[in-house]
């Protein structure tokens, strides 16, 4: 079996995620779309470009699908697992430098705001607030990643089980950062990786001010409890 399983969760993705399906096919990786009963077909258009697919009965959330995929993997002979967005914003091409990383550490994260890390396409506005977000991360939890919101990375299998992935609580964005900050409590290496982030061509973006409010709340939350703590 491929040592590596793709994970990718979707709802209303099928204009794209045929596009990400075939441009994968050239690593020849076990791809696991884990779709939140799409009304537009997302399921079926995975699965005809060969993809494996748990097909939920609703949108349940990113870190509900997320959690379900780590599930399935974990059960299985897979040594890492590797989260993309189906959208197109994350890019075949650096999975190159990602899977290059993957023995280097518990987890990688490819990165928008490291050196040699890029966006596209974003306006200024989208840019202030994800690095606002990412330095309010840094300062509250008292870590060094820069890009603790991003969501293509790879985790290897070890540090999923250890980190009990299962109780994480996040289902928005704040899903990654809870990831991150539960990753090096349980003292996994965490290295980023420059990726270039692309502004997706297709559907919409699933960012709301509920998922802003639950990160906002939760890092506080966190970042209060640690100073507490010590």
Same mark, same amino acid.
Request: no cysteine; glycine share 8%.
């Given at each position: 079996m491929n040592k590596f399983l793709v994970v990718i969760p979707t709802y209303n993705e099928a204009q794209s995620i045929g596009l990400l399906l075939l441009d994968l096919k050239s690593f020849n990786l076990d791809v696991l779309v884990v779709d939140d009963g799409s009304p537009d077909g997302t399921a079926e258009v995975a699965r005809s470009h060969g993809a494996l697919v748990v097909s939920r009965?609703?949108?349940?959330?990113?870190?509900? *699908?997320?959690r379900a995929g780590f599930a399935w993997a974990l059960?299985?002979?897979?040594?890492?697992?590797i989260q993309m967005d189906a959208d197109g914003s994350h890019q075949v091409s650096d999975l190159v430098n990602l899977i290059s990383a993957a023995y280097s550490a518990d987890v990688i994260i490819g990165s928008r705001w490291v050196k040699g890390g890029a966006i596209k396409n974003w306006s200024k506005g989208r840019e202030i607030l994800s690095?606002?977000?990412? *330095?309010?991360?840094q300062f509250m939890l008292g870590f060094s990643i820069k890009d603790s919101t991003a969501g293509f990375r790879i985790y290897s299998k070890k540090i999923l089980r250890t980190m009990e992935v299962e109780t994480i609580l996040s289902e928005g964005y704040c899903f990654q950062i809870e990831m991150t900050r539960r *990753?090096?409590?349980y003292g996994a290496k965490v290295r980023e990786v420059p990726i270039t982030f692309i502004e997706r061509k297709f559907g919409q973006s699933k960012m709301s001010f509920s998922i802003a409010i639950e990160a906002i709340w939760r890092v506080t939350i966190w970042g209060f409890s640690s100073l507490l703590g010590r």
């Open positions: 009965v609703k949108k349940l959330g990113l870190g509900s *699908a997320y059960a299985r002979d897979y040594e890492f697992v690095r606002s977000a990412n *330095a309010y991360s *990753a090096i409590n």
